[in-house]
Each structure stands twice: as structure tokens, then as C-alpha cells.
């Protein structure tokens, strides 16, 4: 066995597969700025169509360069499997009692190379697909502009090259199975040869990225010489050389001065961040291009040159960041005229991505199609304008104030953490003057390092990795708390917005490993990513005008991205895919289920059914669990901060509290989760008690009335258990699991806090008894014997104190089962 086998097989023996397969579930995270690597590149004008040959001839030579092209992309992406041969097997090693890497030195090696592999693969199928049709006049415009907008996932891996070298560099010198491994590769090539590489060094494996991005501009320049002015490919050619151009020139300047700009007296600042963001200024929102220093944040207004001429950028405004305060809120009620003109925008853009989707090969004329798509992108910046509803407020010292909006809440918290850590750190002041301020707007068009928003309307139509259906989230568990909390987990999926694209578990119990056993869904058009946020309430004490009161906030703590075209949707819609998520310190556990299926246009809202005097399996039924969530936010509720409370149950809270509440549970489950968290804490129980109370029909089904007070002559406690929680099981499940679980709430919680909370079995009896029983008809039995009603109460109380008094009772199931044989995987993030 040679020394590579030896290496391969340590790691196999750690549970590790080094070949290449399943790749696409390991490591996808998002690029961070960092100190770009200097990159050669020659000063590239756009070039002169040639004149001296006929338009035949220079259809041949494009011909002859668009092949020329897919036979380096094809090398390419050998070495791009190279490269990653290794990954996954150091990344399953990571987590073995002797790893070869850590999990952080696996990150930095292979960061952003798994994203550049499926950008490359995508280009290199549509691009062979065309040639294939051996048409001199074929178009490739749209593809090679796609793959520019792409451009800035080799910004990623330039940022962190060096941070790369350096770590297979440490760990070929201390390491020998990893130095096998690094020294050891091989690609194939097409003639199933195998050439011998190492994974560092120049012009070897780690290098091959850096090397292609320069390529990719000199092709565009030589497919641009070869292409006919009047031919239709031409003027996308030009915007993708243009954006790659820019790229390259924004790469060569951060890496001579780490995106710093010289100021007067020789100052610099550091740009750290930058992209479209909404700006609400006096009430009109505007996209604005955003860059963040090291010491201010500037909001600037983008300025499209002419041909010939280079990009402007305008002052709007500025904040600096000594001293800057941030508040998120979610602002989600619009005006109802708002409301109105966001559906109305969605359908129609539905309605024309679909014209445009039944007319991919431009059988209606490509001036139709190019006029759409154009139309289609002007409607999703409109969309993108007015439709965030993830308000962030900015407060200066000098009582200046400004708000931004975004769509996603992953996107706000990326601007959150970036200022946050600017603010709390050492920063260079260099003041801001208005000669400095010029100079900071006018240097933005060379240190941006984001071209234009991100549109879903530019990506390919024919993209059969994009899932259009419904996606189901089942959240069930985490762990990894370093101290028991209260945690709930924000899901959002990308796409065209055309429907609500974000939803959130209820917060869980207090504790170490949280368990939610929730379930979320998402009609999705076109999406790409899933991202997962941790969050946990968080309680201030505020005092306004004398008042004291509870402000609530949400501490994020972490995220991570989930690409869903990387997996596989096939197993996705046929059972449930189990999966662990990396998300920072918490292991985050769910299941996945993707459902294909023709979209109808959105419409209006759906009104969600009622909660409340409705029968509970029907609740249950529509929310896809065995205990209603309005049972379990109001219980967990209780439990975070009601434990202590003297007389909890016992003494109700406002009624027309209790009335307000209901009335949003039943309308919006989201809001009455978060009027919940600042409510009083005896308005929540008695939202609780309510919801029993007004059952069609009790908890414990009626016709069990009977059998269950006879089992009260048993005296002996343990048989009366036995045969009432025999009576028990033969309930309807949700009927069962809700009654398991309010008992072991009030048993193993409450009653056991009741020195402070005065609450003992017997009193949380009394209050819940006569909710939870009741008889199948007012004073009457199954026989039409009259039944005494001060006894009905007794045995109403007797019952439910004799489950409390149980030391067995079974524990509850609060959702259904989400496939027990579904494959269980780590995604590593």
C-alpha cells in the first residue's frame, strides 16, 4: 500500500470519505472581507471590432474561440475536483478524536472553492449545450454575463489565498498524513491519464483560482474581437467585460492599499463593506449604495456613466461610527394602499416571468424577450425598493438619525455585526470633512466591491437547480448552549418575493437543549438558499414617564446559509431529509421536504383560521402538530418568566387583555407570539385557560366522564392510576398528547415552585378541573340520570389531581413524526 492509500485509508477509519462525491453538502458559508492578494492583470480597454475580414470569417474565429473556451473549462473544473478530492474527508476527520485538520483550518484551505466549482459547472453545461448546435449565429452573451455576476465569489477566495497557503503550508510541516495528502493529488484528464500536483504552491492546485479570474477577462476580450457588432451577443459581451474589468481593477487596488483611500494630511481609511441597501429619508425609500470605513458609514447614490466614460457615485449622506446606536424592529404592518400595490406589482411580475419562462429559446422575437427580461428587472428594483419590512434605525451622538430597510433579516444582522464590531473596536478616527467626504464618494466606483443589487430576474430561466414549489422545514432540536436559555430559529429562503419568504419557531423553554418539534412552510419561486438564524429573547427594563415596563429585543445568536440547489431535489420529494446545521456554537437539528408543483399567482393574503372555539383536532390538523401552538406559546411563556409569580392561574390577568390576545391568535400567529413576550405574565395564562374553557368539546373527550369518576372508589392510588391512564389512551392523540403535556407543565414546573408561587397540586386542580372535564351533557349522564353539580365540580378537580399526583405519566408528543428512516447527515457551515 503506497503512502497516499496509507493517508486515505486513517481517514476512512475516522468515518471519512475522501472522494468527491456528496460534495455539494459540505462547507458553504458566505464570503467575508478580508486583505486581497494582488492579482496581475494588463490595463483592458473594450476592444475594436476588427474590420479586415468578412462577417463569415469572424463568425468562424468566434466559433473557433467559444471552443477554445469550453476546453479550458473543462481542464478547469478537473482541477477544481482535484482540489476538493480531499475536502470532505478532512472535514469528517474534524470532528474525530485525531483530526488531521480542524474544522476552522478545513474552512480556510478550501473556502468559496465549492461555489466556484457549481458557478463553472453550470457555465461549462450551458455553454457546451450551445455549441452543440453548430449555429455560427448562437448566442452566449447571457451566459457569460452570468458567470461575471459571479466574479465577486473570486473576491472571497482572493481575500483569504494568503490565510490559505499559510495554514497547508503550518500543516505540511507538522503533519505528515496531511502532507501525504497535500503533496499527493492528481487530475484527471480526458484521456483518463492522470497528471501528478500538490495542493500549494504556484501554479499548482490552490493557485489555479487565482489564475482563472485574470483568464476569464482576456477571453471576454478576444470573444468581444471576434464578435460582429450588429450581432446580438455584442452588447452583453461589452457589460460583461465592463463588470469584469471593474472587478479586477477593484481587486489590484485593495490589494496595493487593503481598500484604503488617502485623505487630506495623508490620512486613509479602510473600506470594510459595501452594497444596496434601502434608505427612508423623509419618508420616500431609495436604493443607495452603501459603503461601510472603518470609522463611518457612507450612503451614496449611484450615477450611470455613458459609453467611454467611468462611473459616478454622489453624496447622499453620512454617519460616523463613534458613539453610533443600531435597533432592528420588524416593521410589518404597511399602509393598506401600500399593500395593495406590492400584490398587485408581484402579479404582474409573475405573470411575465412565466411568459418568459414558456418562451426560453425566444420564439417570440429576442427583441420581445430582451424588452421583458429588462422590464422584469426594472419591477423586481421597484419590489426590492418597497417591500423590506426589517427596519434599522441608526443613532448618532449628534442627534443625527437615519433608517434603513432590508428584506432579509440574515442581510440586517450581516450590517449589524460589521458596525458592531467597528464601534466596539479600536477605530482610526480621521474625521470628516467635506474635502475627505468628496474624496471617499469618488474613490467608492474603485473600492466597491459590489457591482449591482442581486435580481433573481437575471438569473437563467432554464436553471433546473432552482426549486419552485413548497419547501418544509421541520425545526425539532439544538444543543450547544453554554447556559440554558430561551431560543427560537428565524428561517428565511430567497427568490423572487412574489410570497412570504420568512417564518419563525416559537421560543423554546428555557434550557440547554432546546426542542421546538416545529414545523415551516414556504411556497418558493426560484430559490437558491436557505438561511438559518438563532435568536434569544431578551428582556430590558425600561422606565418611561415613571413607568416601568419590559422592552423586549432579539439577541442573534448565529446564522448560516443552507444551499438548497445543491442538493438533491429528487430525495428531497420523496421523504423527509434529516440534517444537523452548524450554526456558530449550536448544533442545530431539522428535516427537509421539497415538493415541486406549477405556482398560481400570488394573491392576497390567506386569513388564517381561527384558534379559538374550535375544535382542537382541527387546530392540530392545520398546524401539522399533536399540542396547538397557542398551548405551547403560552405554556413556555409561563414557564420563562411566570414561574415565580404568586397565585400564577390562580389570579387572571385585564380582560380586555385576555380578549386582545385571543383576537390576534386568531389571526396572526406570528404577531400573538410577539405580543406575548411583553405581555403581563397573567394575561398569558389566562389566554390559556380561555382557550380550554372555550373548547367545543373538553379536552378529556365527554364520554370518558363517566369512567374516570368511578375510577375515583379505587383506593389504592396506584391501581386508580393505572385505570385512569388506561381511560387516557384511548383519547384521540392530540386530545392525549395536549392533556400529557399541560400536566407535566403544572406538575414538574410549576407545582415545583410552589413555596414561591403558593400553586400546589390541588390548587392548580381547582382551576384547570372544570376547563379540562366536563360531563356529555349539563347535569346529565350518558343514561339521562341527573347528576348533582357540586359533585360534578369534585369530580372534575379529583381527576386532574389525581393525574397530577402521578409519577409515571407519559410524556407527551407535541408534533408529528417526521420520518424516522430519513437519511441523517451534518452540513458543516
Known amino acids: 500500500m503506497n503512502v497516499y492509500q496509507e493517508a486515505l485509508s486513517y481517514?476512512?477509519?475516522?468515518?471519512a470519505a475522501a472522494g468527491g462525491e456528496g460534495l455539494e453538502d459540505v462547507f458553504h458559508e458566505e464570503a467575508v472581507s478580508c486583505f486581497l492578494s494582488p492579482l496581475c492583470s494588463e490595463s483592458i480597454d473594450f476592444p475594436d471590432t476588427p474590420t479586415s475580414c468578412s462577417r463569415e470569417e469572424m463568425l468562424e474565429k468566434r466559433l473557433v474561440v467559444l471552443r477554445g473556451i469550453l476546453e479550458s473549462e473543462e481542464v478547469y473544473l478537473r482541477e477544481l475536483d482535484a482540489l476538493l478530492a480531499p475536502m470532505k474527508a478532512l472535514r469528517a476527520s474534524a470532528g474525530t478524536s485525531q483530526p488531521v485538520l480542524s474544522s476552522q483550518q478545513v474552512q480556510t484551505v478550501f473556502y468559496q472553492i465549492p461555489e466556484l466549482k457549481d458557478i463553472h459547472q453550470s457555465f461549462y453545461s450551458g455553454l457546451k449545450a450551445r455549441l452543440g448546435s453548430h449555429n455560427s449565429e448562437l448566442e452566449m452573451g447571457d451566459l457569460f454575463l452570468k458567470l461575471v455576476n459571479h466574479l465577486?465569489?473570486?473576491?472571497?477566495?482572493?481575500?483569504?489565498?494568503?490565510?490559505?497557503?499559510?495554514?497547508?503550508?503550518?500543516?505540511?510541516?507538522?503533519?505528515?498524513?496531511?502532507?501525504t495528502l497535500a503533496e499527493t493529488l492528481y487530475i484527471n484528464?480526458?484521456?483518463?491519464?492522470?497528471?501528478?500536483?500538490?495542493?500549494?504552491?504556484?501554479?499548482?492546485?490552490?493557485?489555479?483560482?487565482?489564475?482563472?479570474v485574470t483568464k476569464t477577462t482576456l477571453v471576454l476580450r478576444d470573444l468581444l474581437k471576434t464578435t460582429p457588432v450588429e450581432h446580438k451577443d455584442y452588447a452583453a459581451l461589452q457589460e460583461a467585460l465592463r463588470l469584469s474589468q471593474s472587478f479586477l481593477s477593484g481587486v489590484n487596488e485593495s490589494s496595493q492599499s487593503k481598500r484604503e483611500v488617502t485623505l487630506t494630511h495623508g490620512m486613509r481609511r479602510q473600506l470594510m463593506r459595501d452594497g444596496f441597501v434601502v434608505d427612508a429619508s423623509e419618508g420616500v425609500r431609495s436604493l443607495r449604495h452603501f459603503f461601510l470605513y472603518t470609522d463611518l458609514l457612507l450612503c451614496t447614490r449611484f450615477k450611470h456613466a455613458g459609453r467611454g466614460k467611468q462611473?459616478?457615485?454622489?453624496?447622499s449622506w453620512y454617519l460616523p461610527l463613534a458613539g453610533l446606536r443600531t435597533r432592528w424592529v420588524a416593521d410589518h404592518e404597511q399602509p393598506p394602499d401600500t399593500t395593495v400595490r406590492l400584490l398587485t406589482l408581484r402579479t404582474k411580475m409573475f405573470l411575465l416571468r412565466q411568459q418568459l419562462q414558456q418562451n426560453p429559446k425566444g420564439t417570440r422575437g429576442l427583441t420581445w424577450t430582451a424588452r421583458n427580461r429588462k422590464k422584469l428587472e426594472q419591477m423586481e428594483l421597484l419590489l426590492l425598493t418597497h417591500s423590506p419590512v426589517y427596519r434599522l434605525d441608526l443613532h448618532s451622538p449628534s442627534d443625527k438619525s437615519h433608517t434603513l430597510f432590508f428584506s432579509s433579516l440574515y442581510e440586517l444582522e450581516e450590517w449589524r455585526d460589521a458596525i458592531h464590531k467597528l464601534t466596539t473596536g479600536k477605530m482610526r478616527l480621521c474625521g470628516a470633512t467635506t474635502e475627505n467626504l468628496l474624496t471617499l464618494t469618488s474613490a467608492c466606483v474603485k473600492l466597491r466591491m459590489t457591482q449591482q443589487p442581486h435580481l433573481h430576474s437575471s438569473v437563467a430561466a432554464e436553471d433546473g437547480k432552482l426549486l419552485c414549489g413548497t419547501v418544509s422545514v421541520a425545526i425539532h432540536s439544538a444543543s450547544g448552549l453554554q447556559e440554558p436559555a430561551c431560543v427560537y430559529v428565524c428561517v428565511e429562503v430567497d427568490g423572487y418575493e412574489f410570497y412570504d419568504k420568512r417564518a419563525q419557531t416559537h421560543s423554546s423553554v428555557r434550557s440547554l437543549n432546546p426542542l421546538w418539534d416545529q414545523e415551516l412552510s414556504f411556497l418558493v419561486d426560484g430559490a437558491q438558499k436557505m438561511m438559518v438564524l438563532c435568536f434569544k429573547p431578551c428582556y430590558v427594563m425600561k422606565c418611561i414617564n415613571k413607568i416601568h415596563a419590559n422592552e423586549s429585543f432579539a439577541q442573534l445568536q448565529n446564522k448560516t446559509i443552507l444551499k438548497l440547489n445543491l442538493l438533491d431535489s429528487t430525495s428531497l420529494s420523496c421523504r423527509w431529509r434529516r440534517q444537523t446545521l452548524q450554526v456558530g456554537q449550536l448544533e442545530v437539528t431539522l428535516s427537509l421536504k421539497y415538493c415541486p408543483h406549477p405556482l398560481e399567482a400570488p394573491g392576497a393574503p390567506i386569513q388564517q383560521p381561527p384558534v379559538f372555539c374550535v375544535p382542537i383536532e382541527k387546530v392540530a390538523q392545520q398546524e401539522g402538530v399533536l399540542?396547538?401552538?397557542?398551548?405551547?406559546?403560552?405554556?413556555?411563556?409561563?414557564?420563562?418568566?411566570?414561574?415565580?409569580?404568586v397565585g400564577i392561574y390562580r389570579i387572571s390577568g385585564t380582560a380586555t387583555d385576555i380578549c386582545s390576545l385571543k383576537a390576534v391568535f386568531n389571526t396572526n400567529l406570528r404577531e400573538a407570539v410577539t405580543r406575548l413576550r411583553s405581555a403581563e405574565v397573567n394575561t398569558v395564562s389566562g389566554v390559556l385557560k380561555l382557550y380550554f374553557r372555550e373548547l367545543p368539546e373538553p379536552l378529556v373527550p365527554s364520554d370518558l366522564f363517566q369512567s374516570l369518576a368511578k375510577t375515583l372508589d379505587i383506593q389504592d392510588m396506584n391501581s386508580r392510576l393505572v385505570s385512569m391512564l388506561s381511560l387516557l389512551q384511548s383519547s384521540p392523540d392530540v386530545s392525549r398528547n395536549t392533556f400529557l403535556y399541560l400536566m407535566h407543565h403544572l406538575q414538574s414546573r410549576v407545582a415545583k415552585r410552589q413555596?414561591?408561587?403558593?400553586?400546589?397540586?390541588?390548587?392548580?386542580?381547582?382551576?384547570?378541573?372544570?376547563?379540562?372535564?366536563?360531563?356529555?351533557?349539563?347535569?346529565?349522564?350518558?343514561?339521562?340520570?341527573?347528576?348533582d353539580i357540586s359533585q360534578e365540580v369534585v369530580i372534575q378537580v379529583q381527576v386532574v389531581f389525581s393525574f397530577l399526583q402521578s409519577n409515571n405519566l407519559p410524556e407527551a408528543q407535541t408534533s408529528l413524526p417526521y420520518g424516522s428512516d430519513t437519511e441523517e447527515e451534518t452540513t458543516h457551515m
Open 311 to 315: 462611473d459616478q457615485y454622489r453624496f
Open 189 to 212: 484528464g480526458a484521456d483518463k491519464a492522470r497528471t501528478a500536483c500538490t495542493l500549494e504552491g504556484k501554479r499548482t492546485l490552490l493557485y489555479k483560482p487565482l489564475d482563472r
Open 152 to 179: 465577486g465569489l473570486y473576491g472571497g477566495f482572493i481575500e483569504n489565498y494568503e490565510k490559505a497557503v499559510e495554514v497547508v503550508r503550518k500543516c505540511t510541516q507538522a503533519n505528515p498524513l496531511f502532507r
Open 11 to 15: 481517514l476512512e477509519s475516522h468515518h
Open 755 to 787: 413555596d414561591v408561587n403558593k400553586m400546589t397540586l390541588m390548587n392548580l386542580a381547582t382551576v384547570f378541573g372544570p376547563s379540562l372535564l366536563r360531563p356529555p351533557a349539563a347535569g346529565l349522564e350518558h343514561n339521562g340520570v341527573t347528576v
Open 627 to 645: 399540542v396547538p401552538h397557542v398551548v405551547r406559546c403560552c405554556v413556555e411563556e409561563v414557564e420563562r418568566r411566570g414561574m415565580d409569580e
